[in-house]
C-alpha cells in the first residue's frame, strides 16, 4: 500500500485500523505501528484517518479505552490503577485526565455515582 492511494481506495484500510484499535486498544499503539501494520505512511495514516473518521488516531483510541472503562468500573471492583494498566494507560494520572475529558467526572465519581443510581 502506498500514501498515494485515493480517498475512495483508502476508505477499506481506513475500516481495517479502525476495526484493529477497537480490538486492540488495551495495548500499547502508536502512529508508527500502525503504519507498518498497514503498510502506509503514518503521515498520511494520520491525515486521512482523521478526515475519515473526525478523530485523531489518539482520540480514537482513547474513546474506546474509555468506554472499556465504563464496563469496568461499573461490573468490576477492580482499583482505579488496576483499570488504567488493563486499559492501556501506564500512567494513573492521565487516565483520570483523559477519562473527565471524555465523561467530565474521574473514574471513582463516575463509578460511585453510577452505582449508587443502580442500587
Not at 73 to 78: G, K
Amino acid at each position: 500500500r502506498s500514501d498515494t492511494l485515493s480517498l475512495h481506495d483508502a476508505l477499506p484500510i481506513f475500516y481495517e485500523v479502525a476495526h484493529y484499535i477497537v480490538e486492540h486498544c488495551t495495548e500499547r499503539i502508536s502512529l508508527e505501528d500502525l503504519a507498518g501494520r498497514f503498510y502506509i505512511n503514518k503521515f498520511y495514516l494520520s491525515r486521512i484517518f482523521k478526515e475519515v473518521t473526525s478523530f485523531t488516531i489518539n482520540d480514537y483510541l482513547n474513546v474506546n479505552r474509555i468506554k472499556k472503562a465504563h464496563r469496568l468500573l461499573l461490573e468490576t471492583d477492580d482499583s482505579i490503577t488496576s483499570i488504567a494498566e488493563q486499559l492501556g494507560y501506564e500512567n494513573i494520572t492521565y487516565f483520570e485526565r483523559v477519562f473527565k475529558k471524555y465523561r467530565n467526572m474521574t473514574p471513582l465519581k463516575y463509578r460511585n455515582y453510577y452505582r449508587s443510581e443502580t442500587e
